[in-house]
């Protein structure tokens, strides 16, 4: 009796601390000025995951199958919540582009800065994806839009020094690189680009 109380306790705790995480996910993009950016995909499922799976281990009402099954899939949310969370602590900016179905998207990235400029990367899929090699788009940063034309670098030597930046710049980069979850140097199938101003005019 003493060791199933102790789990229901321990899947309480759990629970609470998944719901705050939960909570986290969605309230930490507020730390940025401008429009707020909604979680999508892997980050839109770590927030609502965490509360849903936080939902069912606080509540003692909740079957006692139930409750495993949620202990089984808490450390994959737990995992993506923290991502999620992490990823937008320190600063990040809103690229709105087209996908490949027409639709419009916004793409939250990491930025960095050279003498040359502001660099982002990303798979070249994705910016194949979105055709934004050359594109006029619009960029939110630090609360401000501008108008932006990205230019896409795929020499090694360049995205290997983008990312380098990134990694020097972003502590979650580190932090995830050293449990597997970030690359510590760019991948083969990466991609930099510079965001250029826009013409005038």
């Not at 179905?101 to 050279?114: F, M, N, T």
């Amino acid at each position: 009796m003493k060791e199933s109380n102790s789990s229901s306790k321990l899947q309480t705790v759990i629970g609470w601390g998944l719901l705050a995480l939960g909570i986290a996910v969605f309230a930490v993009r507020s730390l940025h000025e401008g429009a707020y950016a909604m979680p999508r995909g892997a980050n839109l499922f770590g927030g609502l995951g965490a509360l849903l799976v936080g939902a069912v281990l606080a509540s003692s009402a909740a079957p006692r199958g139930l409750r495993w099954l949620a202990m089984a899939v808490a450390p994959v949310v737990l995992v993506s919540g923290l991502y999620a969370t992490m990823a937008e602590l320190e600063e990040v900016v809103s690229l709105y582009a087209i996908d490949s179905a027409g639709q419009p998207a916004e793409l939250r990235l990491w930025v960095v800065d050279r003498e040359d400029g502001a660099w982002v990367g990303m798979p070249r899929s994705k910016a194949i994806e979105h055709s934004l090699d050359g594109a006029q788009l619009e960029l939110l940063r630090s609360g401000e839009t501008h108008c932006v034309v990205p230019v896409l670098h795929e020499d090694r030597a360049t995205v290997k020094v983008i990312h380098a930046l990134k990694v020097e710049k972003y502590a979650v980069a580190r932090a995830a690189a050293a449990i597997g979850l970030y690359p510590r140097e760019a991948r083969e199938t990466s991609v930099s680009l510079r965001l250029d101003p826009c013409p005038p005019g």
